[in-house]
Each structure stands twice: as structure tokens, then as C-alpha cells.
């Protein structure tokens, strides 16, 4: 059952931070929420800038082979590029060293998470016929109340999906989700995604993504947009429960230099 379909009990039962939800009585603001919302999503796709930042990362997997759980700690430029000539809703991102060097962490050490920036997408006006919402009702975070919408993707018709991937396999990762949003500039606060149903292909029987906003401003521009400032991933791999913490600061636009050198005649 997805976080559509669940009762208020049921709802606090998957997920403790909607224990004190003041429930919707009726669906009347949903339509509304969803035009706001995904015209932000959208003007922040259409226009998005490239961008770079420090991404501070704790991983924890917990081997039931070992006394105590294994630790990691690491440091990266993380870096959201948007693809020319690319569909909407699509960012590419990754990582690099501080000489600019591509990284990739090491699979074999941690459970490797990435790709939040994008998350918002399921509410890009474009691609929400391809998912179910309902309006949950309201719910104090941070001093202020927000709306609480929950959505679910079809399966059947979902183009912008997830992977995962364990050795040699990987699957196509449908998820649910559940997002907080600012009544009065209707931005997304908050964002929680769960996978639909385990996947039992790669191993992968629970995962849970927790993300955080802040509004960010550039110095070398005016433009102001909402970036992940810590996520939280949770889940069950095979046998291993993985925790993994994202710290996001120093936000700042990122320009590609090419140099083009001649030969002389």
C-alpha cells in the first residue's frame, strides 16, 4: 500500500514525522497545490543554472558479520549540470576531487546514493499524469505550517524512473513519496521518498530518502533557487542495513571552461 492509499493511522505508522497531521477533509486544494507547486518545479528545470557545491558524506552499513557497524566519512565537489538538448526534468550529476577529477565512490565500501537535485521532477507539471496524488492535510514544520501532499508512481506509464543496482544487476525503481510545502510560496520544504515494494532482484527491500531545502542565492547572479541542504538514506541491502548522511554548503554557480589552442601553420 502506498502513502495515497493509507489511513491517517496508517499514514503515522510508516511515517512517524506525519504522527501529528491535521488531516485533509476533502480534496478540494490538491488541484490548486499541484498547479503552484509544478510551476515552480518547472521555471526551476527550465532555467536551471549549473551548479557546484561541497557535499559532506557519513555512510554506516551495518554487517551482521561484524562486531560493530562499518563507518566512512567523505568530502566532494557534487556537482548538477543541466543537459543541453536534454528532456525536462533531467540534470546530470555527480561528483568530482578537488583537482576536478570525476569520482566515483566505491561500491564495495558503502552504499552509493546520489541524484537528489532532481527529485522534484515527479511534480513537474509535465510529468504528473504519471503519478497518483492526494492532498494529506497540514502540518507544522519549523514554526509554520505547510501542506502535506503524498504521490505515487504509475508503473505502467512512469517515464522518469529510478535505478538500482547490486553487483551485477540493476532494476528500474518506481517510487512513493511524501512532500511538505510552503503554503505561501508553495517551494517544497521537504521531501521523502520510499520505493514502491522491495526489489527483490538486486536485494534492495527498503529504501528511504529524506531531503531538506534551503533557498539558495548566488553571488555571481540574482537567481535564487531551493537545493537540497541535507539528505538523509536509509535502507535494507541483502543483508546489510545502510544509513548514509549528505551535507550540501557553499553552493555556487559552476561555468565549463574550454580552451581551444591552434597549431601554428
Partial sequence: ??????TPAELAKAAPELKHLEPAESQDMLPQILERVGANVAA???DFPNTTCTEQVTSMVDDPLRVAPWHSNAKYNYLALAQAGA?????????????????????????????????S????????????????GREAMEKQYTYVVAFAQRPKVARQVSR?????????????????????????????????????????????????YSEVSFRQSDKTLWLPREVTVTGHLD??????QHRY???RLFKVQIEQTRNKP
Avoid: C
Fill in 1 to 6: 500500500m502506498t502513502f495515497v492509499d493509507m
Fill in 44 to 46: 526551476f528545470f527550465d
Fill in 87 to 119: 528532456k525536462k526534468g533531467r540534470l546530470r550529476e555527480f561528483r568530482t576531487d578537488d583537482k576536478g577529477a570525476l569520482v566515483q565512490p566505491d561500491a564495495k565500501e558503502a552504499v552509493v546514493t546520489q541524484g537528489f537535485v532532481s527529485l
Fill in 121 to 136: 521532477v515527479h511534480f513537474h507539471p509535465d510529468y504528473q499524469p504519471d503519478s497518483r496524488f492526494r492532498y494529506l
Fill in 164 to 212: 538500482a543496482q547490486f553487483l551485477s544487476q540493476n532494476v528500474t525503481i518506481f517510487l512513493q513519496g511524501v512532500a511538505w510545502v510552503d503554503p505561501a510560496s508553495f517551494q517544497i520544504l521537504r521531501l521523502r521518498t520510499d520505493i514502491e515494494q522491495p526489489e527483490s532482484s538486486v536485494s534492495l527491500l527498503k529504501e528511504t530518502t529524506q531531503i531538506f
Fill in 239 to 244: 543483508k546489510y542495513n545502510f544509513h548514509n
Fill in 249 to 251: 554548503a557553499d553552493y
